[in-house]
């Protein structure tokens, strides 16, 4: 066959452009099933025995204060409307309190302690603390680098401040594989928006940033559809699958012949919205559970929209998903916040509880990592009637999926200011949750544009006083 020397030269760029930053892709698109339609996972064997075989965040999005949840400090009511130490807070990042006369605040709800542990945390969150005290590690030391929202929520999702970067999960998801046929590896769910104007949250937050894009998670809607779109356009199911095949077979020829790894994403997706079709409705029917699930979760008592994604988490993981992410906004509380945090612990308090303890009675709990927290804490110093961002001290807890129960991890200062003892900061998160998966952070690696990334960057140590 003779062909023009202006298409040769085309031919030619091309394939020299689809080349470059391949050498990473094209071992793993070996690793597609496409009979089993999913993806098999980057990582050809652990890099050390998983404890995990699955991650449920429950991300507090806006900033729980520690001071008032989780961290008690009696000087904060010993010193309470004085001027705070200006060896604290000089030359620290402030976001609105800049300027102004910083004064201590003390929680204005009463601590209690919980469990044989003796836990101490807020009367405001009484079933996390009686249920889940002796069974969670209480981290009262983490640190994160961003102190506004958008870009604290891409270092809590990525571990880069500027969006663009692969989120957690899309990390997971590269490197393990997919377990279920029929269901997303990485799911997301926002809570319906409580009174008032919650920060607005991007998706670039579960985005696959330079991955290919079906390591994205997957966002389900609040209510009975979780997905738009999903349900059968009106044709024969076996009519439907003969298409699904045949545009399948098309992405496959034009991805042998581009090496293009978004050709092969398309098939995946197109087969894996054919299934939903199946197998999603009766998933995301929860009315069929027992009553005493729903009354255990809280489904049916006021806002109900967290509690209602935390059943279906717990039906998701059961089915196969391996990541997901709750995110239950209303905690930027620079205002009011004695009349706000009664009101959101009490939408979120019951079901985060509920889902540990469903998960274990189960048989679940033992291999399914729960996180809770948000991107950063509260300051405590007073503004106003509230609180501003806080970035270097702050508090998650952690359960289940190889974590030693019972426990509180670091410690903050007197004021609950700075991190003393133990840091956790946001790439040790992230290390520890690659290494309960049975992944070595720094060994977890994509090359994009000429250069070998990580979600940890060149940071990141394994916190392994709080493994069991």
């Known amino acids: 066959m003779q062909i023009s020397r202006r298409s040769f030269l085309k031919f030619s760029a091309a394939s020299a452009a689809t080349g470059i930053g391949m050498t990473s892709v094209l071992p793993a698109l070996a690793n597609i099933n496409l009979n089993q339609g999913k993806w098999l996972g980057a990582l050809p064997q652990y ?27 009696p000087d904060l009511i010993k010193y309470h409307d004085t001027a705070m130490p200006e060896s604290l807070t000089k030359g620290q990042q402030l ?9 201590v605040r003390a929680p204005s709800f009463e601590y209690k302690r919980y469990g044989q542990s003796g836990l101490n945390m807020s009367s405001l969150l009484p079933n996390i603390g009686e249920n889940l005290a002796d069974k969670m590690c209480l981290i009262n030391s983490m640190k ?12 809590m999702n990525t571990g880069h401040g500027v969006a663009g970067r692969p989120c957690v999960g899309s990390w997971v998801d590269y490197a393990l594989g997919a377990d279920a046929h029929d269901l997303p590896p990485y799911v997301v769910m926002v809570s319906k928006e409580l009174a008032g104007s919650p920060q607005p949250l991007a998706a670039s937050q579960w985005h696959s940033g330079f991955l290919p894009s079906r390591f994205q998670g997957i966002e389900f809607q609040s209510g009975a559809v979780p997905v738009h779109y999903l349900q059968n356009p009106g044709t024969a199911r076996e009519h439907q699958q003969q298409v699904v095949e045949y545009i399948k077979q098309m992405n496959k020829i034009s991805s ?28 995301a029917n929860i009315d069929d559970e027992p009553d005493y699930i729903k009354d255990m979760y809280g489904i049916g008592k006021g806002n109900d929209s967290f509690a209602r994604n935390c059943l279906l988490a717990r039906k998701m993981v059961e089915g196969g ?22 009101n959101i ?17 189960r048989g679940l709990l033992e291999d399914t990592l729960v996180i809770w927290g948000g991107e950063f804490g509260r300051t405590p110093m007073s503004q106003g009637s509230g609180r501003d961002h806080h970035i270097n001290c702050f508090s998650m807890w952690m359960a289940g999926g190889g974590i030693k129960p019972g426990m509180v991890y670091g410690k903050s200062d007197d004021l609950g200011y700075s991190v003393v003892d133990k840091q956790m900061h946001v790439h040790d998160l992230h290390a520890t949750l690659l290494y309960l998966l049975g ?17 940890t960057d060149v940071h990141g140590h394994v916190a392994t006083k709080i493994l069991a």
């Not at 994160?144 to 270092?155: L, P």
């Not at 042998?256 to 998933?283: G, H, I, V």
């Not at 997901?324 to 916040?337: K, T, V």
Request: charged content about 25%; overall charge positive; glycine content about 4%.
């Open 345 to 361: 612990c009490k939408t979120v308090d019951q079901a985060s509880a509920a889902l540990v303890l469903d998960l274990e009675q």
């Open 439 to 455: 992944i070595d952070h720094a060994r977890l690696t994509y090359r994009s544009q000429g250069r070998d990334f990580r979600l």
């Open 144 to 155: 994160t680098e961003q102190i506004n929202h958008a870009t604290a929520h891409n270092f």
């Open 95 to 103: 976001a609105q309190l800049q300027g102004k006369e910083l004064k």
């Open 47 to 73: 890099h050390a025995t998983p404890r995990a075989k699955r991650v449920i965040w429950l991300y507090m999005a806006g900033g729980p204060s520690h001071v008032d949840l989780f961290d008690f400090k």
């Open 321 to 342: 998903s391996r990541f997901i992410q709750l995110y239950h906004r209303g905690w930027d509380h620079h205002s009011n916040i004695d009349g706000q945090l009664p």
């Open 256 to 283: 042998e012949r581009l090496r293009d790894p978004e050709e092969l994403t398309r098939s995946l997706q197109y087969e894996m919205a054919f299934k939903m079709q199946k197998s999603l409705p009766q998933l």
